[in-house]
């Protein structure tokens, strides 16, 4: 078996776990509520799934396609939970966001730039979360265990990238897995924690 055959199943294995993250987090919040949750970070999420559909469409990647296809439906109703319309100001931010780092290096850097400047934002989506867990030591609707998986999931599409030989994505989508990975590191600390805040009764450790 080729290193090419094997990134191919991996991007699969990726696929499939990507959308398990997004189902475990969708029930998660069903179950304990939305408090901790960033929309900002889910509403960048919501758009850059969007992207990734298209990029995979422009790339003949299957992967990318389903992928995508797969986690948009869960990822919008996680974006539907958070109530984006009592918040219009952080959805439009967001979108405008999207913008600069997907449709303007699209226009002068084709489908590539665009690819890179997604991965870029798909790490700086994950930055408000790990924000609000520094700041705040509620962190009862952020699972550790969610974010640890799409830590994984994001070094099984690095490999996958590599094989189709798209290091500048790679790269990105690197830094985004462990962006994702310190959000579960310190998500998992505030719910060790917790026991000394009563005031948080509600807060769950994974």
Request: aromatic share 14%; glycine share 10%; with cysteine.
């Amino acid at each position: 078996m080729t290193f090419y055959t094997v990134t191919i199943i991996i991007g699969w294995i990726a696929v499939l776990l990507g959308g398990v993250v997004g189902l475990a987090q969708f029930r998660r919040m069903s179950q304990r509520g939305v408090e901790g949750v960033s929309l900002a970070t889910w509403t960048l999420f919501l758009y850059l799934a969007v992207f990734w559909a298209l990029y995979g469409i422009s790339i003949h990647s299957w992967q990318l396609i389903i992928g995508s296809a797969l986690s948009l439906p869960l990822q919008g109703m996680v974006w539907a939970r958070l109530k984006p319309w009592t918040r219009p100001r952080l959805a439009i931010n967001s979108l405008i966001l999207f913008a600069a780092f997907c449709c303007v290096p699209a226009i002068f850097w084709g489908w590539s730039g665009a690819a890179v400047g997604a991965g870029t934002a798909g790490w700086i989506t994950r930055s408000p979360q790990l924000v609000q867990l520094v700041r705040h030591e509620e962190a009862s609707g952020v699972s550790a265990s969610s974010w640890m998986t799409a830590g994984f999931v994001s070094g099984l599409w690095v490999i996958y990238y590599s094989g189709e030989h798209l290091w500048p994505v790679m790269s990105v989508t690197a830094v985004a897995g462990l962006v994702s990975l310190s959000i579960a590191a310190l998500a998992s600390w505030r719910h060790r924690q917790a026991p000394a805040f009563p005031s948080f009764g509600h807060a769950i450790a994974d």
